[in-house]
């Protein structure tokens, strides 16, 4: 076995021409092939003398080994309802230049098979139970020889595992409960949407060993993530949720918990702690909403945070375990974006073991309509994962794979899916007709024995078990369902399971006066002196770039002279965090440096692009700073930071987009998750999204964070959105993110222009007093005479008064609305009191009227007559050349000012 041939689907005149090539020169030719041929030498040695005909057969032989190798699983019965689709070519003998009358010839190609020097018969034989059975696996294409190798070893070597009659009894039950819980929940609740598993009950096998397998490796965290179908029977069989919670549930009963709006029984998350021999090991799933596959990089997030908190990065203790649907896995373009993070180092979480619960179909849509692919699991070669494709009515044969698969993935780290054949025993929920689409798979399927029958059947005549014991068990599971039954019938109304309690101990739900008052998030002077030199100061006896030093020394004078930047302000927020033992991770696109090259959280030395994070050099205690440049995605970078959030309060988590424009690519984690996941799934995340936006006459893709779709969606205390105008108020609102007991998701328009705005500093002061400032008031007006109040937010606020003044104008006030939401209602009206002369209450934005802050404020201050005066309104965010911008500006400064010279 120590020799892994490499030889490909080639054919023999090419091996020939290598082996030319190789006698010439051994270096001419691939390691792979150096070893091989050297193998095949050393064994030459020892041979007959007539060599060139041997040699050509032997040849043969080892090519036919490698066409099972490499595509055997193209010749499975995998599929336990259907015919295969045909491939060519076969492995028929003739297809290798071999003939039947070469079966019985010895050939010491064997040996590449564990078998030793043997019969052509023995060979082939044991290539078909190896490879054509119930399991097909695509594992070739790995270029790492160590990975080949060890695979071969475990499913060559190894063959169909013999297990114990006990084991068997125990894998009979856990498909027996699968199917009867489906059972139990089709008669108690007739009608009812459950996403049977029916058809691939072995989910439920496959996960207990994923769990026991996985514990005995070392496991002791897994982290899970799965659609509607089986997660019913998976929340109650694996996770061991009570029944009587999830009839509770299809009862319809209401939730437990105040002003919560619950979601349908098969999206709620759950966490739990098993036994497993002797071990306490932790079972997470994730909450997900109907949004197939967006769940993915939830489940990465929680794991690689979890990893971070509690496991020191040991890639053994967390295993993320993901499980598809079939049409989703191949449809869903997240999944890619997943799987192309699985080995980078700020995403990596030790491999994910993917599971395919195939029933061959997506809803009404045949496999032939879903996807180009041969397999639907063919994503997976992107990162050269292995792959394994089992009959879902095997039983052993899943457990098998399972096994090695967690084997792989606690040696390897690495991804590797499992594809369970099998089939949907009803419509796509239960009050669905299949056979409106799938006329004869229907037919075919309603004859088909169920799985734990099948396997019923060969236990029997093993004498493993009787069908007398059988049906014991089935009628104390049943008992136990009935008691529950009754049970929950008892119980007044649903409950709602805390998610993750542990890391959320100590938190509580907010309430609207929690918004009503600053937080003091200050931080005395000489502490913040202290700490912004050390980020300022680059560590001695290397050598930086030029222009890298001068923006530390520039960096240093800004803090000492009091002038402070918004990437300094930024900067020292996170020191003082992480100085009062707050861990805190950044992501995005080029975050390390920052987009507008801003921010040189990360300095690489000149000479050997040695790696310097000043904000890691603060102190033995500090807790720990991490930014990572993400992928490039939106979708799957933001689902795995709001994943990382809900599982570390105690940490900052910050997702940046590069402009705020890209965050519609993540829509959906916005929609789904992030404003939605309190509300539905009582978990509470304190995720900040920081989003360059700004009207700079940069085009319609360069201007806006959509800051009216967040603010249409902002309600029952779901986010905080802020547009800041300072730095200093910048820093206490990422302060203000960790200072209270409960927390928020955070949407921040964050600034381009004001990254480097003169007037845009902040002195220490600011930042040593007080907290983040909801509203800021106009600190030139003179409030006797001021006419009109003009309310804004953000960097127009700087554009305005500029104009203002030049225009000489005295009788507006300009009014900073630095968070939108919560709406800081008793704040303005606060700052509106003081100006008694007031004539008009003006809402200026530098977004068209279809967007920006102006429709939500007219609805948050109905009643006051508040005056609009935005762009025209528009198709596109922003008008494409700079001229049109400033023309459109300059209207704007008509529009706003025409109040100025009102006096009615
Ligand atoms: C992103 C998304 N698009 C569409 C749907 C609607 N939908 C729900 S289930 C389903 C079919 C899923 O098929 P598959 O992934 O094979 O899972 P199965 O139900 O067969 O287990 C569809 C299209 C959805 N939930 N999510
Ligand atoms: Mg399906």
Redesign the pocket.
Known sequence: MDNISYVGNADVNAIDHLYKMYRQDPESVDIGWKRFFEGFEFSKANYDEDVPENFQKELKVLNLINGYRTRGHLFTKTNPVRERRQYEPTLELSNFGLEDSDLDTVFKAGEEVGLGATTLRAIVDHLQKTYCQSIGIEFMYMNNPQKVKWMLNAIELANRPTFTNEQKVEFYSQLMQASEFEGFLAKKFVGQKR?SIEGVEALIPALKTIINKGAEKGVESFIMGM???GRLNTLTNIFEKRPKDIFNEFKGKEFDAEDFDGDVKYHLGYTTKVNKSGKEVSLTLCPNP?????VGPVVQGLSRATLDAKYSNDLNKVCPVII??????AG?GVVYEVIQMAALKGYKTGGTIHII?N?Q???TTNFTDSRSSIYCTDIAKTTLAPVFHVNADDVEAVIQAVEIAVAYRQEFKQDIFIDLLGY?KYG?NEGDEPKFTQPNLYKAIAKHKNPSELYIETLIPQGVLSREDAKKKIDAYQNFLEIEFDASAKQEKATVFNFMEEEWKGMKTATAADFEQSVDTSIPKKKLLELGKKIATLPEGKTYFRKIQKIFSDRLEAITTDQLDWGSAEMLAYATLLEEGHPVRITGQDVERGTFSHRHAVVKTEDTEEEIVTLNLLGDKQARFSIYNSLLSEYAVLGFEYGYSLASPKGLTIWEAQFGDFYNGAQIMVDQFITAGEDKWSVQSGLVMLLPHGYEGQGAEHSSGRMERFLQQAADLNIQVANTSTPANHFHLLRRQLSRSFRKPLVVFSPKMLLRYPTAVSSLDDMAKGGFQEVIDDPQAKAANIETVVLCTGKFYYEATEKAAELGVDNMAFVRVEQLYPFPEKQIEAVLAKYKNKKRIVWAQEEPENMGAWQYMAMRMRGKDLIGVTRPAAAAAAEGSKELHLKRLNALWNNLFQYAAVKA
């Open positions: 996403f659609a509607h179908r109907s949004h197939l596959e967006a598809h649907g079939d049409a989703a896995v869903q619960t029933n179909v997506g809803f949907r796509h």
